[in-house]
């Protein structure tokens, strides 16, 4: 805490007095009169409260660079107590508890009872009228609506009251009010404009200022700075002025200077940084900052040493009746204290870092900004870290700047907080200021609101409040009175651990701090204990007891165990809870999870002793077991615990109480091994428990021999080696402890062998895995080899597959690189015999993949090869015959190895190919294999024909006969010469072959048989086949598409047309005897069918026409489309030859048609009849197809009505044509029209010469008086004698001079090439539109008088055709001619002509006589 004198007078005034206890006012000393009836806010406001405190504005001094940090400051604050209204109490209440994170009540609120009624009593008694501003130093004073000043001092007495309500008259309401830093001087700003000084020592009136700021205008603001002789003020204009007080000979002055003016954008706030005591040799006091918001933007300047404006900042996008906000605060940063301005405006608070740097300068940084969901009227620092805010809706909002966390909210409505309009509007001086000034002065306050030393006054109509942030204490407190237990101790540990916000009054050293928040948490604890036991319902269910209890006791555990006072945990709370039954029951119930998670892992006796009882007493053995293997049992009864646990079957319990207790590992062996031996050595099944005791030995000895404790955590180091000697030990006892005459030789190892063989040598091969270089441990591993070799082999007791499992771990052991054991020659080549066994099918697999890796690290070499491959051919490992057969070259031999195993057959073609491929191996060898593979292609094909086709195509591109004539089947050589000559996505690059042509002639036959559907593709794909021979092929198959392409290939277009045409006619006859088949079923005696029967035969028949009409439809589209081709060729009669079979054969069924179906056919045919006509307009005369028709029996005998469809039709497309003509013939004349009347426009247009003189021979171009001279003008304007223009050589050299092509010298020139019409038609503005020869007409006076100019030519020549092409390439998108071209042709297939009018859905829009065609006008190019 500073030691400042000011600081250490005012904590003592504080401990003497105590505002809540003034009772009176002292109305004589201002000449207020009595009043006998109190007002109702002030008979409010003395009602009684809960708790009293004296009240003191803390100084600056107290805001030290120690104590700028919340987290170390040690002073308490000395704010007045809570209001004692009790729906401020219960709002607090709820707003704390909606907080996620405990922040508890941050914020004191308090009214200032004395200020607050003196403030009504002075508006009653002398008409002070109603408070407008109020500002906070060592002392408040309030300034009121009639102009008067009340000053109270820290008692809340009412020291001065300054002014006079004449004075009021004159000047208006006060609007503004300053104290300086010493609290000598005040300065008050008045609503028409005036500014006053006051001295508070003695309440004189020192200066009245009214000509400081332009007059008409409100005071918004006035603010002392650092400098006592320096203050600034605000006007309603939105200007800044600095009054710079001076004495002189006793005469006082001040001197005004506008530091912003309002026409550049009106402020509405300034803020000057107040330095505080300690800090005021801090660098930045010298430049005496003052930060000013205008309607768009901040600024910060500094008044000193020279006015100097050092940063501007935009707001961005704001809503313009948000009020902008300034907050000075020196927040500590990396050890260095600067000061940091918060603004805002709207619901965002920005933060800038301002510092001195090095040079001199200032340097301001911007920080994190905070967003908030609500509209801020008012900003405030209360310390270093945490601000409070006031939104538009009247809630105050404690915010944590670092974390940007709301802390506490509170509701404002009570304080009826007073808002500045009236002067932000300038109502008093006629409300001369801006709309924007006037509607962010809807909510402006900033007059209500001061803040001083951490502690914030807020000012009401009728009252004064002040918020004060609490100290931790009062904090936790508050939550206790609360009975907010949990809450409590949640704050309390934020604070333990320094992670809580907004903390006052704790120490800055860590332990210090932790220790004094811990008592408090152990007192909390003591309380919560007591209050849970006092408030446990007494009667009713147990169950209500058991919840109420589970609420409380695991917080008290959990907290106990964060501070780490078991001794308080298991002592006093202990003993307190155990008094109830219920929550002695919870408190150790409760103690499992902490155990299991190794937060607690010690008990006292006394509490192990009751843990155990509970849990077994209640049949929770499990949990019990759960607790046991992770608590320290050192302290416990061993063999009461291990009685309770054996007779449980918690032998994991058992093992971890021996092992941790005694460290004993063999005794919990030897107990498990006397329970599951006897059943084992009698042959009787094992029980489900015996079975469990059983896989808990495997895993304990596969633990101990590990290095592990069991069940979790390791072995001490120091007794590893120990306890795997004395596990090894103990299995190759050869009797047990107890044994009796009949037992057999190493009962352990037997015991475990016959429980589960294979597990128990997973066991020992694990445990073998870490014996590198151990000679004792390698020494034990064959020692138990040995007695496994004696105890298993040739023993009736084992069944081969359990002396197979022994042998596959032999193996396996002596394939590893570092092999060690030694076993026999004969045992060997019983292990070799057993794992090539023929008769034994269980794990086949794994014995191949055993031997395997034995053979690998040479473990089989003393064994004869020859005899092996015997062996592992009976066996079918082809694994192992393929490595013997490598080792020998016999690589022949492994493609049977590859074809005859079932799990590797596909590999085969991989293996080919890479030996055939790859360099290493002799030629020979490669024939060989090579011979085999062609031996065993037909296995290969049909294993896979794809791959098998690859690999001929690669390795066997000359045996492609043999291998076909090989293959007996003809579908594996369909297949294989699909893959060979078909290309699919996912074949080789190099697979597709050019075979000779009777080779693709045999696909296509085999493709007719077998796949069909795929035979037209190759044919197009291909083209190394015989036409004629194919064609034999296709027609044997009666193949009508793939025959009708050939023949069309081969030039007879008329011969694939009648081939598809008799294709179409089946099945139009098949589709018209459906149709008859459909209608003729009817059957007068048929009674007996059902109607269920009778639909779905219905159905059938609809399906069957269905596909019918599908394949008629996909008939007559093959042969529209080859019709189509065929026509582009052929002249009109052949045209006819093609077109009219083919409407004739759709035409002809029609009249066939009979039964229930006919009509549905009859539509669907006349449609595809309609597709025919629409299709053959295009290229047979409209009369012709309709002179036909008509001779049609089905239409020339019927009526008008049966033709209107196909009339309709035609003359749609008549329309259609006819329309489009007229639009393209009107498209063409209109762009003609329009390029031609532009380029005459263009060539028409008068030229203006930039001078009067000729760009070559500079003379004026009236030049000789005797003879007229031509002169030529450029569009470029450049002007030129043509005798000039003919010496340069810019002329094209034409022998005519009437047709002789200019281009300008100078443009030529400049662009490095020199006239002629070879310049490129891009040579810029010196091709003249149009060139113009003037004849200078001496003779005429009057032409000459006038300077008048003569046009003697205006021809287009080949200049000007240039200058035409040019004009053409201005418009560069196609013409609409073209693009209504390349319509037709894109749509040229489906030609809206002659559309069905049967279907609505399908009619064209040309049958609107109102036909539009929406054109665009042409686009415009500059002149």
């Not at 120690?66 to 709820?94: Q, V």
């Not at 297949?975 to 072959?993: K, M």
């Not at 052949?1134 to 048609?1153: C, G, I, N, S, T």
């Not at 009107?1226 to 060539?1243: E, K, Q």
């Amino acid at each position: 805490m500073s030691d400042s004198p000011d600081a250490g007078s005012l904590v003592s005034a504080s401990s003497q007095l105590n505002l809540m206890e003034i009772d009176a006012i002292d109305d004589k000393e201002f000449d207020i009169p009595q009043v006998d009836t109190p007002p109702t806010l002030e008979s409010i406001l003395n009602e009684p409260e809960d708790e009293e405190e004296p009240f003191v504005l803390e100084d600056t001094c107290l805001l030290n660079t120690e104590n700028i940090d919340a987290h170390s400051c040690e002073t308490s604050s000395l704010a007045s107590s809570d209001s004692g209204d009790p729906a401020h109490l219960k709002r607090r209440k709820r707003t704390v508890e909606m907080n996620t994170t405990v922040h508890g009540s941050v914020l004191r609120h308090s009214l200032l009872k004395g200020i607050s009624a003196q403030i009504v009593s002075a508006a009653d008694k002398v008409d002070a009228g109603l408070p407008t501003a109020i500002t906070v130093s060592g002392v408040i004073a309030v300034g009121t609506s009639h102009g008067l000043a009340l000053v109270f001092d820290v008692n809340q007495a009412l020291r001065l009251c300054l002014g006079t309500t004449a004075t009021g008259a004159e000047f208006g309401a006060v609007s503004a009010l300053s104290i300086n830093h010493d609290c000598s001087r005040l300065l008050c700003g008045f609503a028409k404009g005036q500014i006053t000084m006051w001295d508070l020592a003695n309440g004189k009136l020192l200066r009245t200022i009214t000509d400081a700021h332009p007059p008409g205008t409100a005071i918004l603001h006035v603010k002392f700075t650092d400098d006592p002789t320096l203050a600034v003020c605000n006007d309603s204009g939105g200007s800044v002025f600095e009054l710079a007080f001076r004495r002189v000979m006793g005469m006082r002055s001040c001197d005004s200077r506008c530091l912003f003016s309002g026409s550049k954008g009106e402020v509405c706030c300034i803020e000057p940084l107040y330095t505080p005591p300690d800090l005021k040799e801090h660098p930045i006091t010298h430049y005496s900052l003052l930060a000013m918001a205008s309607l768009t933007k901040i600024l910060v300047i500094g008044l000193k040493p020279s006015l100097k404006v050092w940063m501007t900042f935009p707001y961005g996008k704001s809503d313009p009746s948000s009020v902008p906000q300034l907050a000075w605060q020196f927040v500590p940063v990396q050890k260095v204290v600067n000061p940091v301005l918060a603004f805002c405006r709207g619901n965002s608070v920005h933060f800038l870092l301002v510092k001195k740097e090095d040079s001199g300068t200032i340097h301001v940084i911007k920080q994190r900004q905070l967003s908030l969901n609500s509209d801020i009227i008012n900003l405030s620092w209360i310390n270093s870290r945490t601000l409070v805010l006031v939104d538009s809706h009247e809630k105050l909002q404690v915010v944590d700047r670092p974390s940007q966390e709301v802390l506490e909210t509170l509701d404002l409505d009570q304080v009826q907080l007073v808002y500045n309009s009236r002067h932000f509007k300038s109502l008093a001086t006629g409300g001369n200021v801006s709309q924007a000034l006037a509607l962010v002065g809807e909510k402006a306050c900033y007059q209500s609101v001061s803040s001083y030393a951490g502690q914030i006054v807020y000012l009401g109509t009728k009252s004064a409040h002040i918020m004060t942030l609490r100290n931790w204490r009062e904090r936790v407190d508050c939550l206790l009175k609360q009975e907010r237990f949990v809450e409590a101790l949640s704050l309390a540990w934020s604070f333990h651990e320094g992670t809580a916000k907004a903390v006052l009054g704790l120490f800055g050293d860590p332990a210090k701090r932790k220790g004094v928040v811990a008592d408090k948490m152990v007192e909390i604890l003591f309380q919560f204990a007591e209050r849970s036991l006092k408030k446990c319902p007494e009667h009713g269910k147990i169950q209500l007891m058991e919840q109420h209890f589970q609420e409380v006791v695991p917080v008290m555990v959990d907290y106990c165990l964060l501070l780490q006072r078991t001794d308080l945990l298991f002592n006093q709370i202990y003993g307190r809870l155990a008094e109830n039954v219920v929550a002695r029951g919870v408190f150790l119930e409760s103690l499992e999870s902490y155990i299991i998670s190794e937060r607690l892992g010690h008990l006292t006796t006394a509490v192990m002793k009751d843990l155990l009882a509970h849990y077994h007493g209640n049949g929770m053995m499990d949990s019990l077991e759960s607790c046991i293997v992770h608590l320290d049992v050192t302290s416990l009864d061993i063999q009461q615990v291990v009685q309770m646990c054996w007779e449980n079957q918690l032998y994991d319990a058992v093992i971890y109480v021996f092992n941790s207790g005694i460290n004993e590992y063999i005794t919990p062996m030897e107990k498990l091994f006397a329970v599951i031996g006897p059943p084992l050595r009698e042959g009787r099944a094992l029980t489900d428990e015996q079975v469990t005791m059983g896989n808990k030995l495997l895993v304990y000895i596969s633990c101990c021999l590990a290095g592990r404790a069991y069940p979790l955590g390791d072995i001490p180091e120091d007794l590893v080696p120990q306890v795997k000697n004395q596990v090894f030990e103990f299995l190759i006892r050869l009797h047990s402890s107890e044994s009796g005459d009949e037992e057999e030789v190493f009962p352990f190892i037997r015991t475990l062998l016959h429980f589960d063989t294979r597990e128990f040598l997973n066991v020992l091969a694990l445990t073998f895995e870490d014996f590198k270089n151990d000679k004792q441990a390698l020494e034990y591993q064959q020692r138990i080899v040995d007695i496994l070799l004696q105890v298993m082999v040739d023993n009736s007791d084992f069944t081969p597959s359990q002396v197979g499992g022994l042998f596959t771990f032999l193996a396996r052991q002596m394939a590893k690189p570092d092999n060690t054991l030694f076993v026999n020659r004969k045992l060997f080549d019983q292990v070799l015999e057993f794992l090539c066994s023929p008769d034994d099918d269980s794990r086949h697999t794994e014995r191949q993949q055993v031997l395997l890796e034995l053979l690998q690290v040479g473990g089989a070499v003393q064994f004869d090869e020859g005899r092996l491959l015997v062996l592992a051919e009976k066996a079918e490992f082809y694994q192992i015959c393929e490595f013997l057969y490598e080792k020998t070259h016999l690589y022949d031999k492994i493609i049977d190895c590859y074809l005859r195993d079932p799990l590797r057959k596909d590999e085969i073609f991989s293996y080919i190919h890479n030996l055939l491929s790859m360099p290493g191996y002799s030629t020979e060898e490669k024939n060989t294999v090579w011979v085999k593979a062609l031996q065993h292609v037909q296995e290969l094909v049909t294993l896979d024909p794809s791959k098998s086709a690859d690999l001929v195509a690669c390795h066997f591109p000359e045996e492609v006969r043999p291998i076909i004539s090989q293959l007996q089947n003809d579908r594996l050589v369909f297949q294989f010469l699909g893959c060979l000559l078909e290309t699919s996505e996912g074949s080789h690059p190099g697979a597709v072959l050019s075979l000779e042509p009777d080779l693709h002639e045999l696909h296509v036959g085999l493709l007719c048989r077998f796949a069909p559907l795929r035979l037209l593709d190759f044919l197009q794909s291909s083209q190394q086949y015989r036409l004629e021979e194919t064609l034999q092929i296709t027609q044997q198959h009666h193949h009508s598409e793939a025959t009708a392409y050939l023949l069309e290939r081969k030039g007879d277009a008329h011969g694939a047309f009648t081939v598809l045409l008799k294709t179409l006619n089946e099945k139009l006859t098949l589709l018209t005897a459906e149709n008859q088949g459909g209608g003729g079923g009817e059957d007068g005696g048929g009674e007996g069918i059902r109607e269920g029967e009778e639909e779905e035969e219905e159905d059938e028949e609809e399906r069957k026409s269905e596909s019918s009409l599908s394949r008629v439809e996909d008939s007559l589209n093959d042969i529209i489309a080859l019709c189509h081709r065929s026509s582009q060729n052929l002249n009109q009669q052949q045209r006819e030859v093609l077109w009219f079979p083919l409407l004739e054969a759709m035409m002809d069924p029609q009249k066939l048609l009979k039964g229930p179906n006919a009509k549905q056919t009859s539509e669907a045919l006349k449609e595809l009849t309609m597709k025919v006509l629409n299709s053959m307009s295009s290229f047979i005369p409209l009369p012709a197809i309709i002179q036909r028709i008509l001779q049609d029996p089905v239409y020339g005998k019927g009526k008008l009505a049966e033709i209107q469809g196909l009339i309709l039709g035609m003359l749609e497309t008549f329309n259609y044509e006819q329309t489009l003509l007229e639009t393209t013939t009107s498209l063409l004349n209109h762009d003609l029209h329009w390029s031609l009347a532009h380029l005459r426009a263009a060539v028409t247009r008068g030229l203006h010469p930039r001078q009067d003189h000729c760009n070559i021979c500079l003379q004026q171009y009236k030049r000789r008086q005797d003879s007229p001279d031509e002169i030529i003008i450029f569009s470029c304007g450049h002007l030129y004698h043509c005798q000039c223009l003919q010496r340069k050589g810019s002329g094209s050299g034409l022998i005519s001079d009437r047709s002789q092509g200019w281009s300008c010298y100078k443009c030529s020139s400049n662009q490095g090439g020199r006239g002629g019409v070879d310049t490129e038609p891009g040579s810029g503005r010196s091709a003249s539109l149009a060139q113009t020869r003037v004849t200078s007409a001496l003779r005429e006076t009057a032409a000459e008088a006038h300077g008048k100019k003569v046009f003697v030519e205006a021809a287009l020549d080949p200049q000007q055709t240039q200058s035409w092409d040019q004009l053409r390439c201005l418009y560069r998108g196609p013409s609409r001619l073209a693009i209504l071209s390349e319509l037709s042709h894109c749509h040229g297939n489906e030609k809206p002509g002659l559309v069905n009018t049967a279907q609505p859905g399908t009619a064209s829009i040309f049958h609107n006589e109102t036909f539009p065609l929406k054109l665009s006008p042409p686009p415009m190019v500059e002149e």
